[in-house]
């Protein structure tokens, strides 16, 4: 019998030669089939197989699942609910039969691209560099992406300038008392949905805005209203995120890092080898987003810019990976803490160290780091991409960012 792992990779390669679907697989599931073909109607984490946990391990999954999404049923297997599951991997992590793994979405995305009735956009993370290989510049991996039938790639970490930016605004606004705090809304949808599911009470400190992935998304609807918008990451969370009712309309389909490997060299193409293309103009701040910090920093850094003379300054408190998450929550509740901006990312070092990078994440966060460096905007407010983008936008003063917006803004 042909496993998954081997379907998926036949029918990826299948897909880019243009051959037909399964033609000459024989011995295949039809579950696991209708997995890649159909992902959407299945949750982020499939099941692949039939539990044979060890009698001392019999729930390893479910208990690992703070979200409630993995619930036995009456074959004396397991069922994963697509609408509570938020991708956040740790039931793949704990399944001791490993009949558990990650969505994929290259074969549709990949057909969105070929048959798009408008531009087809690559939408990188802002933890990409160095994912690829030390050599694979921002430039050379845009023109990958061209020969794979992009039109062009965007770097969300401009969209993280702008979320940033926000959320400055936020804290500017509503931190007046010593005891005012505001919890981050950006980046990570694991962390956001711990919140809503597990610490509804504080959802009122989260400003209403969308992921930096969701904005880039919506940013190019809104320009190009027929384009085809592909998010690549390294978490699979992102995947449940794409697919949340109010934020539907922004991103078509949400590759990993790992899944767009298997394209490039499915496809023969070496990303190192490429030539140079035009460049992204984020700033320091956005492009630090992927590790752990970089979001209270960013926000710290913009809101002394914004308000030099500001009495009441960031004080940040930040967590990795959801045990540090949990812990950090219950201090906020039980008042074990004066920080007044709180930070907190599903993966233990943050986007860098998500389950689907293709380098140690102190690697990638030394990438990440060097490359934040590089800009040649310290933050948001200086960096005049930001200003005109948001002018093409309808925005016509960065203060406009508080008001609710169809693409900025998001009712929790």
């Known amino acids: 019998m042909t496993t998954f792992e081997e379907l998926y990779k ?56 703070i979200f409630n999404a993995i619930a036995p049923n009456k074959d004396g297997g397991i069922t994963i609910d697509k609408d509570l599951c938020v991708g956040c991997y740790a039931c793949i992590d704990n399944c001791k039969s490993e009949k558990l793994t990650a969505s994929r979405d290259v074969l549709p995305a990949l057909n969105a691209v070929r048959t798009a009735k408008g531009p087809a956009y690559a939408l990188i993370a802002p933890a990409f560099l160095g994912q690829f290989s030390k050599e694979v510049t921002p430039g050379k991996l845009r023109t990958a992406f061209k020969k794979l039938g992009f039109s062009g790639m965007i770097e969300v970490a401009l969209f993280a300038d702008i979320l940033t930016l926000k959320e400055a605004l936020e804290f500017d606004k509503n931190i007046n008392t010593e005891t005012d705090y505001q919890l981050t809304s950006c980046c990570c949808p694991m962390w956001i949905g711990m919140i ?58 949400v590759l990993t890092f790992q899944e767009i490997h298997d394209v490039f060299e499915a496809a023969g193409i070496d990303p190192s080898k490429m030539e140079e293309s035009e460049k992204d103009h984020s700033s320091r701040a956005g492009r630090i987003y992927a590790r752990t910090g970089g979001v209270s920093e960013a926000v710290q850094k913009t809101v002394k810019r914004l308000n030099p003379n500001r009495k009441i300054t960031v004080r940040t408190m930040q967590a990795d990976g959801v045990p540090a998450c949990k812990e950090m929550m219950n201090h906020l509740r039980s008042g074990e803490t004066n920080a007044n901006f709180f930070e907190g990312m599903g993966c233990v070092g943050g986007c860098v160290g998500g389950p689907k990078v293709m380098i140690d994440k102190e690697e990638g966060r030394k990438h990440v780091m060097e490359y934040g460096d590089a800009a040649p905007y310290p933050t948001p407010i200086d960096n005049p991409y930001v200003i005109e983008l948001l002018h093409r936008l309808g925005f016509d003063t960065v203060e406009s960012l508080l008001e609710h917006s169809d693409i900025f803004t998001r009712d929790f």
């Open 10 to 65: 036949r029918l990826v390669q299948d897909t880019l030669d243009g051959t037909e679907s399964t033609g000459s697989i024989t011995d295949y599931d039809p579950h696991h089939l209708d997995c890649l073909l159909n992902p959407k109607k299945y949750a982020p984490v499939l099941k692949i197989g039939n539990c044979n946990c060890p009698p001392d391990h019999p729930s390893a999954c479910s208990e690992s699942c």
């Open 196 to 253: 809503r599911r597990v610490y509804n009470e504080l959802m009122p400190h989260v400003p209403g805005a969308v992921s930096p992935m969701i904005a880039s998304g919506r940013t190019i609807k809104f320009l190009y209203p027929n384009a085809v918008t592909i998010f690549i990451g390294p978490c699979i969370a992102k995947k449940a995120e794409a697919r949340e009712k109010d934020i539907a309309d922004a991103v078509d389909y």
